[in-house]
């Protein structure tokens, strides 16, 4: 039995919980639920979801880059080894909330720690174990940040010009990704309505996989 491995990527805002939530449950009812796995990074067996708490964790503001970078390409390992390998080996059709893209964009681009020196660290953490489809959920930066945001003034500070700027160097590093892996990453325009994104989630899958989604196409 051979698996599937399917990574789900964007920034923060472009739906990607919600997107995710209605392609589980509508893969678990045609598969059953036990031919699907969902997980999400970091995180993953006990060992990664603690390395997850260190990364979450608001106290730890001093943490360097480079150690953040570390932490999350080694609960990724964990994850690998303990969770996503059985899973393939079982057959399942594994759902995997972020995987190594999410490290290239936002320690690679938006912590500015390069992107080939994030890909080299997490090269050594994967072993070579790549999705064979990496959804992209594609939004302009304002739009997502606006829909995360509980309270908006309209003043310009210095920390809102800091997070456009992060979100903008986390979206052009997966657009540049997405250029440059064609046959791997499919984007899709998330800043349509939700059943219009699903819809198109569910073409992509489709298209790589003609078993997934069967029924609907
Ligand atoms: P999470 O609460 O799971 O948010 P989301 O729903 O956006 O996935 O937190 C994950 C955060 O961690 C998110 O802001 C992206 C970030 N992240 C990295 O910076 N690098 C990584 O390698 C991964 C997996 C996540």
New binding site residues.
């Given amino acids: 039995m051979k698996g599937k491995f399917i990574s789900f990527e964007?920034?923060?805002?472009?739906g990607?919980?919600s997107v995710l939530r209605a392609i589980r449950a509508d893969l678990e009812k045609q598969l059953g639920a036990a031919a699907v796995m969902y997980t999400?990074?970091?995180?993953g067996d006990h060992i990664s979801e603690q390395i997850?708490q260190i990364?979450?964790d608001s106290k730890n503001t001093a943490m360097d880059a480079r150690t953040?970078?570390l932490l999350?390409?080694a609960?990724?390992r964990q994850h690998v080894v303990a969770d996503l390998k059985p899973a393939l080996a079982a057959g399942k059709v594994i759902l995997c909330?972020?995987?190594?893209?999410?490290?290239?964009?936002?320690?690679g681009a938006?912590?500015h720690l390069g992107e080939q020196e994030v890909w080299q660290i997490?090269q050594f953490a994967i072993d070579g174990l790549m999705p064979e489809l990496t959804i992209y959920l594609d939004i302009p930066t304002e739009l997502g940040l606006k829909r995360i945001a509980t309270h908006r003034t309209d003043e310009v500070n210095r920390l809102d010009k800091e997070q456009l700027d992060f979100y903008h160097a986390?979206r052009h590093s997966y657009l540049r990704l997405a250029e440059k892996e064609p046959a791997r990453i499919k984007t899709i325009d998330a800043s349509q309505s939700l059943d219009q994104v699903i819809a198109d989630v569910k073409a992509a899958m489709h298209a790589k996989f003609t078993d997934l989604f069967a029924n609907e196409f």
């Fill in positions: 964007g920034s923060d805002g472009a990607k919980t999400r990074e970091p995180g997850r990364l979450m953040e970078a999350f390409a609960a990724r909330d972020r995987y190594v893209d999410s490290s290239i964009a936002y320690q938006a912590r997490n986390v």
